[in-house]
T-cell receptor
Framework: GAGVSQSPSNKVTEKGKDVELRCDPISGHTALYWYRQRLGQGLEFLIYFQGNSAPDKSGLPSDRFSAERTGESVSTLTIQRTQQEDSAVYLC??????????????FGPGTRLTVL | GDSVTQMEGPVTLSEEAFLTINCTYTATGYPSLFWYVQYPGEGLQLLLKATKADDKGSNKGFEATYRKETTSFHLEKGSVQVSDSAVYFCALSRDYKLSFGAGTTVTVRA
């Protein structure tokens, strides 16, 4: 079946503008994750959604960042008043729900955000 | 907090050479350990994993052993191919969160 998809693949914006990034998880996956990958660095966890539970927002770097998820499907990550340090690749992943063992996360291709 | 340190790249090898990428971690308890790979133009993919001490993960000729005593999870392949050119990430999981190393770029030349 289809994998995780993200849109847009590339986004160039001016400093101070708001951006929305979209993620479509694999059908049936109840867990959804957002990560950020800055140039030359590993992925940083941003936020996690699991079913109808309150999301874990502990990785969001500032209150300019927010994310929503509609049921167990699409998620949008919104960055308000973008800054140059927000330039990065934003990756979305999805997995089956929590169990006693690790659930493999399947990653999308990412959205490359460039803030001028 | 949890962290992962992996060998800096880039690494350039000839075909059929031996590849090793070092990875060490800092974590409380016994996290699960992973290697992810990102081929050019593609998304991150799970390469292999190990969920407890002394476990060996293996896939596509790659191997890594979970060494609790040295807090390491080094990736090895005995004979690389051009198609192994990619960025390799070591990671650990705490519940549902993954913590990644910075990635090692590997280029294999024919």
């Amino acid at each position: 079946g289809a994998g995780v998809s993200q849109s847009p693949s590339n986004k160039v914006t001016e400093k101070g503008k708001d951006v929305e990034l979209r993620c479509d998880p694999i059908s049936g996956h109840t867990a959804l994750y957002w990560y950020r990958q800055r140039l030359g660095q590993g992925l940083e966890f941003l936020i996690y959604f699991q079913g109808n539970s309150a999301p874990d927002k502990s990785g969001l770097p500032s209150d300019r960042f927010s994310a929503e998820r509609t049921g167990e499907s699409v998620s949008t990550l919104t960055i308000q008043r973008t800054q140059q340090e927000d330039s990065a690749v934003y990756l979305c992943a999805s997995s089956w729900g929590l169990s006693s063992s690790y659930n493999e996360q399947f990653f999308g291709p990412g959205t490359r955000l460039t803030v001028l | 907090g949890d962290s992962v340190t992996q060998m800096e790249g880039p690494v350039t090898l000839s075909e059929e050479a031996f590849l090793t990428i070092n990875c060490t971690y800092t974590a409380t308890g016994y996290p699960s350990l992973f290697w992810y790979v990102q081929y050019p133009g593609e998304g991150l993919q799970l390469l292999l994993k190990a969920t407890k001490a002394d476990d060996k993960g293996s896939n596509k000729g790659f191997e890594a052993t979970y060494r609790k005593e040295t807090t390491s999870f080094h990736l090895e392949k005995g004979s690389v191919q051009v198609s192994d050119s990619a960025v390799y990430f070591c990671a650990l999981s705490r519940d549902y969160k993954l913590s990644f190393g910075a990635g090692t770029t590997v280029t294999v030349r024919a």
